[in-house]
């Protein structure tokens, strides 16, 4: 069976024993001023309270895992791959030197580790991801399905996040504010003009409405049945675990819980995202 791609293995690829390989053999430390951040480092956005908790630990501990990075155009100078909050963490905290791992990394190389990095740790926003899709598939000309071979998800879910680009600018400070999901946000996608869709994101926002609701929303919006009348809003952890399997499985999912079991439905929309489905459900 032939082996797989560095790349399509992750980050386990580069660095020997996994993310959590201790910090020796092999590791290299670097001065943090002559690092220079990965031009290509799809993350934007850092949650202050989260860099100020990790400041303190790398004060404290020191940088525990070490950063790669690859060589960069003069000699003793780097290229951040993979670790930019660790990186500010340790500026930060006034640390002279990280530990590094040193790796040759092209261009697409760095862009495709740092997506892979960042989504294995859920640390990218929805419209960040579909940013650094639109990377890959405009600048490096790659296919949604090759894309989706890289970074570990589904074609389907690929295709969809790469969809949140289209919207207009009011939908995404929503997004980027935390006012709306990304499910909210797939749903007004449906709607054909950027007009309508801010006039329902308005609607979503004042009625306080959740994912099923803006979807029956919208249907109700393109002349579908009417909307019943609301259901009874399910608890927290049922909606948290709906929107967990619709990021995965990349389409809409129904959980219903009863007094003992419940029921799962997963919908799809064409043969396509069915056989998509089937694989990622079958591995």
Do not use: C, W
């Not at 207009?168 to 749903?187: M, Y």
Request: proline share 7%.
């Amino acid at each position: 069976m032939p082996q797989k791609s560095g790349l399509g293995r992750g980050l386990g690829a580069l660095i020997p024993g996994g993310e959590n390989a201790p910090v020796e053999n092999g590791v290299a430390l670097a001065p943090v001023d002559k690092i220079s951040p990965n031009p290509r480092q799809p993350r934007t956005n850092m949650h202050p309270e989260e860099l100020e908790e990790l400041t303190a630990s790398v004060r404290e501990h020191g940088v525990l895992q070490p950063l790669i990075v690859t060589p960069g155009a003069s000699e003793g100078q780097y290229i951040l791959i993979a670790g930019e909050r660790r990186l500010q963490a340790a500026r930060l905290a006034g640390l002279a030197t990280v530990p590094v791992l040193i790796r040759q990394a092209t261009d697409q190389q760095r862009l495709e580790l740092a997506i892979i990095e960042n989504v294995q740790r859920a640390d990218l926003s929805a419209l960040e991801e579909a940013e650094a899709y639109r990377q890959l598939a405009e600048d490096f000309d790659l296919s949604h399905e090759a894309i989706a071979a890289r970074v570990g998800k589904s074609r389907v879910a690929v295709t969809n996040t790469l969809r949140l680009l289209k919207l207009p600018d009011s939908i995404k400070n929503a997004l980027i504010e935390n006012r709306v999901s990304e499910g909210h946000a797939r749903a007004l996608l449906a709607l054909a003009t950027p007009e309508a869709q801010t006039a329902a994101l308005r609607t979503v926002v004042v009625q306080e409405l959740n994912v099923r609701q803006t979807e029956e929303l919208v249907r109700k919006l393109l002349g579908g049945k009417p909307v019943r009348k609301p259901k009874p809003v399910p608890p927290p952890d049922i909606t948290e675990l709906e929107e967990r399997l619709r990021s995965s499985l990349g389409t809409k999912v129904s959980l219903r819980a009863g007094k003992k079991g419940g029921t799962l439905t997963i919908y799809y929309y064409s043969d396509e995202e069915l056989d998509a489905l089937m694989k990622r459900l079958s591995k």
